[in-house]
């Protein structure tokens, strides 16, 4: 497992730093830390040769990964890159795609000055763009332990059942328990709203656990030598909340959030209207959410999906 | 650190291969091994960079009045040799850039010749000069802001606006500060940006040519003007105050073309495309620049009254007054030509400044805060800021100071580009001598062109700043008895020293010769 991080030399690179060790540290994962320069041009009134630029900048760069790979613990093993190109979101989808990565790894804009999460222009054009799973780190993340709880949030539309088997391979190759949420804006009286939303994703679950099911304890084993595990009790460890609020992000305030948790969401609610990509609902979780959130590409599953019916989760549960 | 964790050297899909090897002693006394790109650019794309590194239509307006008024109907002659010391200084620089690549160009390549002090000298006579054609290039991009705002609404007083003083010292603060910021972001002009402006430049400079020979042609012209071969000697201008005058006006409507010339990495042949890029541009340019002082000339004439090119009205910008009685309604596309190439220029200038800055931070000639780079923006931070913030200053000084602040700074910046690329041409003599006579490219390229072009710009920049004492010197303005033009150049350049003496105090490791070593 290799999981590749988009680091600068802020706060920002190192939200993704943290993050990127919370999840290597519970999948035994190794981070490639890739750091994009600029390409320099030749440009101006007087001389100002791009050689000369460069040298500085790779030697700046350098330094900086130096910086970054300090910020590793020495359980988590870790390589440093440069890669120079205009665009950064290209760049790192390239790596991740050259390194064969299983996830991409980024911190938020500091720039939100209420919200937790600011949607940077290089973010967005990954979760536009990327083939892997992209991890955002909240502002501030400083958590550097293995996750605690993993949390899938579920749409009402086509593709959840994807995404909810992505979420079971990762809870339980990590063995925590995954907690399903399903988030309502609502007025008044929410009651039906909310037992259909539970009993939804209670059948998704279902089927997630059916389609994935026989693979898990195999994968447990594999982890976890001498503890067999069984669907009972990966079962045991899943549970349904339904929040809701007057808003989106009244939901997201009012579940509780665990400090080592991340929240899944699926991107085809994203990619749908690219152009209203803040309006919708993911965009509006993402501005409450105080904990990490990875977003899955919906061709992600189908991709890995059709290799084999054990393959419960596509890479993630690959060993 | 764990030994897991090893640096990877950047393996990626051919971009870049920096280099970083070399000891701490190695990256602090030579200069690291260049970055190599596997080719990109052909040879219609080094032209492009090269041609709109001139900016020919920001040039032309900001330096054919001034030249005019130096030189009178010998422009074009002045022109063709203003060419020549340019062209051997260029041929030092592509030597200095292949032996050393740095971003501290003349800085770090006089410091390696002839010690910190001059070469500290070099690198403040570069950013100096950058500087004031930062201010410039605001002025002009504003001055042709307020003239196209006119023209769109048919209200000629909008563009008297930038003669209101401080609204105009707003807007062209407004100007620098969002070009530096742009330049901070690390956002640059994308090729195609650049083709177009370039394409547009030619376009408009060509319409405004035909318009104004076919005005002389109909009878229409203010003061049609015949041709003569005389226009073509340089021999027949007045005197060597004003020959000189007009040659270090000349240097700086050639400055970036050298561009070209040291392009050899990112080109697709290394060997052929900067030679010939450069010949194309300079070819190019120079029919761009006979042509355009040929029209002005003949349409308008020499005559100090009306349109006339030698009344001292109109040196400051002469497209903003030539355009609309030549071109007509089309004057708009002359304002737009003008607008954005200067806007783009702006931009992409204020990458020299900041460069060398950065570079003189990292060699500790300066403080440290100008070697810092942007961690998010990946661009020199700090030097970024602080050439704007002197830009600005130098053009509230000015502009406040002198009755044609355009004018002024135009000459004032001749004089710099003199002094740094004289000091950067004999630091290639110097630099080379052991080699000098090892043959006869290296006679020629590495001694005898740059000794030459050396000597030749010194020799104008001590002429210009002796002659431009005189009150009357420029627009005549003038302090206390002495030209403006002489206080803002001389005063640029005793201010450098100054600040080398403080530095020289406050970190003396570069100037006892520890950081950057001399010689080889």
């Known amino acids: 497992m290799r999981y590749v991080v988009g680091y600068s030399a802020n706060a920002r690179g190192h939200d993704a730093v ?15 830390l890739v750091l994009v320069v600029p390409e320099v041009q030749q440009s101006g009134h007087a001389l100002a040769p791009k050689a000369g630029f460069e040298n500085l900048l790779n030697e700046q760069a350098q330094e900086w990964l130096d910086q970054a790979l300090a910020l590793v613990p020495s359980s988590v093993p870790a390589q440093a890159h440069i890669r120079s190109h205009d665009s950064d979101a290209h760049a790192l989808i390239e790596a991740a795609e050259e390194l064969g990565a299983d996830m991409l790894i980024i911190g938020a804009t500091s720039t939100g000055l209420f919200k937790r999460f600011t949607i940077g222009s290089v973010a967005s054009a990954l979760l536009h763009a990327s083939t892997v799973p992209v991890a955002l780190a909240p502002h501030g993340y400083h958590r550097q332990e293995a996750l605690t709880r993993i949390s899938c949030g579920l749409g009402t539309r086509a593709g959840a059942e994807k995404l909810l088997e992505f979420a079971l391979g990762m809870a339980a190759n990590r063995d925590v328990p995954l907690r399903v949420v399903s988030l309502l804006a609502l007025d008044g009286d929410a009651a039906d709203s909310a037992d259909a939303a539970r009993e939804y994703a209670a059948k998704c679950l279902a089927d997630a656990l059916a389609a994935g099911g026989p693979a898990d304890p195999g994968e447990a084993k594999a982890e976890v030598p001498g503890e067999a595990k069984t669907e009972a009790q990966v079962e045991a460890k899943t549970e349904i909340v ?4 007057r808003s989106i992000e009244e939901a997201v305030d009012r579940l509780d959030w665990e400090d080592g948790e991340v929240l899944l969401i699926g991107s085809s609610r ?22 990490p959130m990875i977003v899955v590409p919906s061709d992600y599953e189908l991709k890995h999906l059709n290799h084999s019916a054990s393959s419960d989760t596509p890479r993630e549960a690959q060993q | 650190m764990s030994a897991d964790h090893a640096m990877s050297k950047p393996s990626q899909t051919g971009q870049q291969t920096g280099q970083h090897t070399g000891s701490q002693t190695e990256q602090q006394h030579g200069l690291s091994e260049k970055g190599l790109k596997a080719g990109s650019v052909g040879l219609i794309g080094a032209v492009v960079i090269g041609i709109s590194c001139i900016a020919p239509a920001y040039t032309l307006t900001a330096a054919l009045g001034p030249t005019v008024a130096e030189v009178g109907v010998q422009l074009p002659a002045i022109f063709l040799v203003g060419f020549v010391p340019m062209l051997l200084v260029a041929f030092g620089y592509r030597e200095l850039n292949n032996a050393m690549p740095d971003a501290g160009t003349s800085f770090t390549w006089a410091s390696r010749a002839f010690g910190p002090w001059i070469g500290w000298m070099g690198g403040w006579g570069l950013i100096a000069a950058t500087i004031i054609v930062l201010s410039n290039l605001a002025a002009v991009a504003v001055d042709f802001f307020y003239l196209m705002l006119a023209q769109i609404f048919g209200n000629p007083e909008l563009a008297d606006l930038t003669t209101n003083l401080p609204l105009n010292i707003a807007t062209t603060l407004v100007f620098i500060a969002l070009a530096c910021w742009i330049s901070y972001r690390g956002m640059e002009t994308t090729k195609t ?20 020979f076919s005005h002389v042609a109909n009878g229409t012209a203010f003061d049609a003007t015949a041709i003569s071969p005389d226009w073509f000697n340089p021999f027949a201008v007045g005197s060597f105050s004003a020959f000189a005058a007009g040659v270090s006006l000349s240097i700086f409507i050639y400055w970036g073309w050298d561009v070209t010339l040291t392009m050899n990495e990112e080109t ?23 042509t355009v002082a040929l029209a002005t000339l003949s349409y308008a004439g020499v005559g100090d009254t009306g349109l006339g090119a030698g009344n001292p009205e109109n040196q400051g910008s002469i497209f903003a007054v030539l355009a609309g009685p030549v071109m007509g309604p089309f004057a708009i596309l002359m304002s737009l030509a003008i607008l954005s190439s200067s806007a783009a220029s702006l931009q992409s200038t204020f990458v020299s400044p900041a460069r060398t800055l950065l570079s003189m931070g990292h060699y500790r000639a300066l403080p440290q805060k100008f070697g810092r780079i942007s961690p998010t923006y990946k661009s020199p931070s700090y030097a970024t800021i602080a050439s704007a913030v002197a830009a600005a200053a130098f053009y509230v000084i000015t502009r406040t100071t002198s009755e044609n602040a355009l004018w002024d700074t135009i000459t004032a910046l001749g004089m710099m580009i003199c002094f740094y690329y004289g000091i950067t041409a004999l630091a290639c003599v110097w630099f080379f001598r052991a080699e000098a006579f090892s043959g006869v490219r290296a006679f020629f390229f590495k001694f005898l062109a740059p000794l030459l072009g050396g000597v030749i710009l010194l020799v104008m920049f001590v002429k210009t700043a002796y002659d431009s004492m005189d009150p009357a010197y420029g627009s005549g303005s003038s302090i206390g008895g002495v030209g403006l033009v002489f206080i803002l150049g001389m005063g640029v350049i005793l201010l450098g020293v100054v600040l080398m003496l403080v530095m020289a105090k406050l970190r003396p490791e570069f100037f006892r010769g520890q950081v950057l070593t001399r010689g080889h």
């Open chain 1, 18 to 32: 943290n993050l990127a060790v919370s999840l290597a540290l519970g999948r035994g994962a190794s981070l490639d």
């Open chain 1, 242 to 245: 339904v929040a809701h609020g």
């Open chain 1, 270 to 291: 994203l990619a749908k209207g690219r152009s209203i990509f803040l309006g919708s609902t993911a965009g509006r979780i993402l501005r409450a959410l105080p904990v």
């Open chain 2, 193 to 212: 940006v650049q083709y177009v402006l370039v394409g547009f430049q030619l376009l408009v400079l060509a319409w405004f040519s035909i318009s104004a």
């Open chain 2, 268 to 290: 697709k042949n290394p060997e052929k495309t900067p030679g010939r890029a450069a010949t194309i541009t300079v070819l190019v340019i120079v029919i761009i620049y006979m």
